[in-house]
């Protein structure tokens, strides 16, 4: 039973479009996280918020921007998306020392 | 900035055998973390270490943290095709990074039927 979920799993657009990339928390944690994954390789951190209003960017430059206005919600949107934006993009929380990791997004841009 | 280094990169073995993987680092770490990553989803956390020298088990795996406080280890014993996946260390340290964790790059394991 899954206690952080994104949404969608699978996204294929077309370049130029705006997206945005929904992430869950039922946990009640403060701090979330977003990472950007090609296949099988390591993970960079774009974004992290350690609360409401808080948001900084991580150590992977990421034209994507977030926003924390809740707790339990923390997406990520492409104003404009490239062909380069395509990876798999991984969200996470955490109270203190481990992270939960939802299930992630596959996006595809064409 | 902190850096983990992760060996092997990938590994092919036998099922049956055992496995083992570690994590470097030139920084001292308060906590070491081993997660998993099945193909297609998040990885998952196996084994949290918090006390330098400590030696936990989770079924078949085993982990160490290292007692300079710079390494960790995990052992897989009795490898099966399920053990598929990509290995990631992490460490974190409270009063570096603004607290987050910092991964490794991961060990990916392929198991021969």
């Known amino acids: 039973e899954a206690d952080i979920y994104q949404t969608p799993r699978y996204l294929v657009i077309g370049t130029g479009k705006k997206i945005t990339l929904e992430c869950s928390q039922t946990m009640g944690h403060d701090k979330m996280y977003w990472y950007q994954q090609d296949p099988g390789m390591e993970l960079h951190l774009i974004h992290y918020?350690?609360?409401?209003?808080?948001?900084e960017k991580g150590d992977l430059s990421s034209e994507s921007t977030v926003s924390r206005i809740r707790t339990e919600h923390f997406p990520l949107t492409l104003e404009s998306a490239r062909p380069s934006h395509t990876s798999q993009y991984l969200c996470?929380?955490?109270?203190?020392?481990?992270?939960?990791f939802g299930s992630g997004t596959r996006l595809t841009v064409v | 900035g902190q850096q983990l280094n992760q060996s092997p990169q990938s590994m092919f073995i036998q099922e049956g055998e055992d496995v083992s993987m570690n994590c470097t680092s030139s920084s001292i770490f308060n906590t070491w973390l081993w997660y998993k990553q099945d193909p297609g989803e998040g990885p998952v956390l196996l084994i949290a270490l918090y006390k330098a020298g400590e030696l936990t088990s989770n079924g078949r795996l085993t982990a160490q943290f290292g007692i300079t406080r710079k390494d960790s280890f995990l052992n897989i014993s009795a490898s099966i095709p399920s053990d598929v996946g990509i290995y990631f260390c992490a460490g974190l340290n409270y009063g570096g990074s603004q607290g987050n964790l910092i991964f490794g790059k991961g060990t990916k394991l392929s198991v021969k039927p």
């Open positions: 918020s350690y609360g409401v209003n808080s948001t």
């Open positions: 996470a929380s955490s109270r203190s020392f481990g992270y939960t």
